[in-house]
Protein backbone atom coordinates (compact mmCIF):
# COMPACT_ATOMS: atom_id res chain seq x y z
CA UNK A 1 0.00 0.00 0.00
CA UNK A 2 1.45 3.40 -1.35
CA UNK A 3 1.28 5.88 1.41
CA UNK A 4 4.19 8.43 0.44
CA UNK A 5 4.51 9.82 -3.03
CA UNK A 6 7.10 11.76 -4.52
CA UNK A 7 6.86 14.05 -7.52
CA UNK A 8 8.39 17.02 -9.53
CA UNK A 9 11.86 15.90 -9.85
CA UNK A 10 13.52 16.74 -13.17
CA UNK A 11 16.38 18.13 -14.95
CA UNK A 12 17.97 21.41 -14.16
CA UNK A 13 21.05 23.52 -15.03
CA UNK A 14 23.26 24.66 -12.20
CA UNK A 15 21.19 27.78 -10.45
CA UNK A 16 18.12 26.77 -11.62
CA UNK A 17 14.99 25.49 -9.09
CA UNK A 18 12.55 22.58 -8.70
CA UNK A 19 9.44 22.59 -6.42
CA UNK A 20 9.49 18.72 -5.17
CA UNK A 21 5.77 17.64 -3.61
CA UNK A 22 4.90 14.71 -1.92
CA UNK A 23 1.32 13.39 -0.71
CA UNK A 24 1.11 11.50 2.52
CA UNK A 25 -2.15 9.30 3.60
CA UNK A 26 -3.87 11.22 6.72
CA UNK A 27 -2.81 8.82 8.87
CA UNK A 28 0.75 9.44 8.46
CA UNK A 29 1.24 12.96 7.70
CA UNK A 30 -1.36 14.38 10.96
CA UNK A 31 0.92 13.46 13.68
CA UNK A 32 4.52 13.09 12.55
CA UNK A 33 7.27 15.40 11.98
CA UNK A 34 7.93 14.93 7.74
CA UNK A 35 11.42 15.34 6.34
CA UNK A 36 13.25 14.98 2.64
CA UNK A 37 15.92 12.72 2.31
CA UNK A 38 18.34 12.09 -0.64
CA UNK A 39 20.48 9.53 -2.08
CA UNK A 40 23.26 10.49 -4.33
CA UNK A 41 24.90 7.64 -6.62
CA UNK A 42 27.01 6.18 -4.11
CA UNK A 43 26.44 7.85 -1.64
CA UNK A 44 24.47 7.15 1.71
CA UNK A 45 20.69 8.81 1.95
CA UNK A 46 20.82 11.55 4.26
CA UNK A 47 18.17 13.94 5.48
CA UNK A 48 17.89 17.61 3.69
CA UNK A 49 14.93 19.46 5.51
CA UNK A 50 12.61 18.10 8.12
CA UNK A 51 9.04 19.84 8.93
CA UNK A 52 6.97 19.54 12.20
CA UNK A 53 3.17 19.65 12.59
CA UNK A 54 3.60 23.08 13.97
CA UNK A 55 5.55 24.31 11.31
CA UNK A 56 9.35 24.35 12.71
CA UNK A 57 11.57 23.65 10.00
CA UNK A 58 15.57 22.42 10.30
CA UNK A 59 18.24 21.93 7.40
CA UNK A 60 21.60 20.17 6.72
CA UNK A 61 24.27 22.32 6.10
CA UNK A 62 24.59 21.83 3.02
CA UNK A 63 21.42 22.97 1.42
CA UNK A 64 20.39 25.80 4.35
CA UNK A 65 19.68 29.33 2.82
CA UNK A 66 18.48 27.44 -0.54
CA UNK A 67 16.02 25.02 0.29
CA UNK A 68 12.55 25.62 1.81
CA UNK A 69 10.64 22.86 3.05
CA UNK A 70 6.64 23.79 3.77
CA UNK A 71 3.57 21.76 4.61
CA UNK A 72 -0.33 21.64 3.77
CA UNK A 73 -2.02 19.95 6.83
CA UNK A 74 -5.11 20.41 4.61
CA UNK A 75 -3.91 18.62 1.86
CA UNK A 76 -1.51 16.31 3.18
CA UNK A 77 1.97 17.22 1.44
CA UNK A 78 4.71 18.50 1.97
CA UNK A 79 6.75 20.31 -0.15
CA UNK A 80 10.69 21.17 -1.14
CA UNK A 81 11.16 24.27 -2.68
CA UNK A 82 15.15 24.23 -4.00
CA UNK A 83 16.90 26.97 -5.39
CA UNK A 84 20.34 27.83 -6.52
CA UNK A 85 20.50 24.26 -7.15
CA UNK A 86 24.32 22.80 -7.50
CA UNK A 87 25.25 19.82 -9.48
CA UNK A 88 26.14 17.84 -6.12
CA UNK A 89 22.39 18.31 -5.20
CA UNK A 90 22.09 15.37 -7.88
CA UNK A 91 20.06 12.62 -5.93
CA UNK A 92 17.13 10.70 -5.82
CA UNK A 93 15.11 12.74 -3.19
CA UNK A 94 12.28 10.73 -0.86
CA UNK A 95 9.79 12.31 1.53
CA UNK A 96 9.48 9.99 5.04
CA UNK A 97 8.68 10.74 8.76
CA UNK A 98 11.08 11.85 11.14
CA UNK A 99 12.89 10.07 11.79
CA UNK A 100 12.34 7.52 9.28
CA UNK A 101 10.21 4.45 9.16
CA UNK A 102 11.62 1.62 6.51
CA UNK A 103 7.96 0.85 5.14
CA UNK A 104 7.42 4.41 3.75
CA UNK A 105 10.42 4.32 1.65
CA UNK A 106 8.34 5.32 -1.85
CA UNK A 107 10.48 5.16 -5.33
CA UNK A 108 11.49 8.97 -4.44
CA UNK A 109 11.89 11.63 -7.32
CA UNK A 110 15.03 11.65 -9.16
CA UNK A 111 16.54 15.61 -9.48
CA UNK A 112 19.61 15.84 -11.81
CA UNK A 113 21.96 19.47 -11.96
CA UNK A 114 24.11 19.77 -15.24
CA UNK A 115 24.53 21.80 -18.04
Known amino acids: QVQLVESGGGLVQPGGSLRLSCAAS????????MGWYRQAPGKEREMVAA???????SYADSVLGRFTISRDNAKNTVNLQMNSLKPEDTAVYYC?????????WGRGTLVTVSS
Open 96 to 104: NTKPFLRIY
Open 26 to 33: TSIFRVNT
Open 51 to 57: IERGGST
